[in-house]
T-cell receptor, first 113, second 114 residues
Framework: ETGVTQSPTHLIKTRGQQVTLRCSSQSGHNTVSWYQQALGQGPQFIFQYYREEENGRGNFPPRFSGLQFPNYSSELNVNALELDDSALYLC????????????FGPGTRLLVL | AQSVAQPEDQVNVAEGNPLTVKCTYSVSGNPYLFWYVQYPNRGLQFLLKYITGDNLVKGSYGFEAEFNKSQTSFHLKKPSALVSDSALYFCAVRDEAAGNKLTFGGGTRVLVKP
C-alpha cells in the first residue's frame, strides 16, 4: 500500500449538488495530481497541484477546481454535478520532477443520481 | 499530443504460462513509460517504469517490460503467470516535453486460469 489516503471512500450526490474530495499525499511528496476514471476506462488527468498552485490541467471544465495546502494535502471540488461525473476519482502524489513515479490512493467512488 | 494504445481488452492465459500485455505510445518528446495494475475496487498500484537506460526494465512481482523505441512499444511481460495476477493493467506515458501529466491507455484485463 502507498501512503496516499483519500476520503471519503464512497459518496452519493444528486445532480446539481457540489462535492469535495480529499487527499493526503505520501510523506515527502510535494505534488498532487487528480484523475477521473469512468467505468471501463483508463484514468483521465484532471489537474495537478504544486506549491499550492495549479500546475497543469486536463480537458475538464472550470466547475472542477482544486486546492493544495501547505502540508501538500489536496482537495478536489466539483460544482453543479452532472450524471456523467459518476466515476472513481483518484489522487496521486509524487515529487515535481517529471521522472518521478506517481503513487495512487485507493480512490473515491462518486455516484451522481 | 501524447497517447497510449492497449490493443487487447482482455488477455487469457493459463497459470504457469508466459503473460504479455501490449502497449504502444505516441509522444513528441522523450517518453517516460509506466505500468500500473488495478485490483477490483482499488486504486492503481505501480509496477515498473522506463525513464532511460536499459531497454529491459524489471519491476515488482516478477513483471518486466521492454522498451522498443523504433516500434514505440512498451509491452509488459511475466515469464510464469499466477492466478493472483488476474487484474486490470494500465500502461501510461508522460511526455518529457509536455509536463507532468500522465496519459493512460484504456486498460487490459488479464485473466489467469488455474
Amino acid at each position: 500500500e502507498t501512503g496516499v489516503t483519500q476520503s471519503p471512500t464512497h459518496l452519493i450526490k444528486t445532480r446539481g449538488q457540489q462535492v469535495t474530495l480529499r487527499c493526503s499525499s505520501q510523506s515527502g511528496h510535494n505534488t498532487v495530481s487528480w484523475y477521473q476514471q469512468a467505468l471501463g476506462q483508463g484514468p483521465q488527468f484532471i489537474f495537478q497541484y504544486y506549491r499550492e498552485e495549479e500546475n497543469g490541467r486536463g480537458n475538464f471544465p472550470p466547475r472542477f477546481s482544486g486546492l493544495q495546502f501547505p502540508n501538500y494535502s489536496s482537495e478536489l471540488n466539483v460544482n453543479a454535478l452532472e450524471l456523467d461525473d459518476s466515476a472513481l476519482y483518484l489522487c496521486a502524489s509524487s515529487f515535481i520532477q517529471g521522472r518521478e513515479t506517481q503513487y495512487f490512493g485507493p480512490g473515491t467512488r462518486l455516484l451522481v443520481l | 499530443a501524447q497517447s497510449v494504445a492497449q490493443p487487447e481488452d482482455q488477455v487469457n492465459v493459463a497459470e504457469g504460462n508466459p503473460l504479455t500485455v501490449k502497449c504502444t505510445y505516441s509522444v513528441s518528446g522523450n517518453p517516460y513509460l509506466f505500468w500500473y495494475v488495478q485490483y477490483p475496487n482499488r486504486g492503481l498500484q505501480f509496477l515498473l517504469k522506463y525513464i532511460t537506460g536499459d531497454n529491459l526494465v524489471k519491476g515488482s512481482y516478477g513483471f518486466e517490460a521492454e522498451f522498443n523505441k523504433s516500434q514505440t512499444s512498451f509491452h509488459l511481460k511475466k515469464p510464469s503467470a499466477l492466478v493472483s495476477d488476474s487484474a486490470l493493467y494500465f500502461c501510461a506515458v508522460r511526455d518529457e516535453a509536455a509536463g507532468n501529466k500522465l496519459t493512460f491507455g484504456g486498460g487490459t484485463r488479464v485473466l489467469v486460469k488455474p
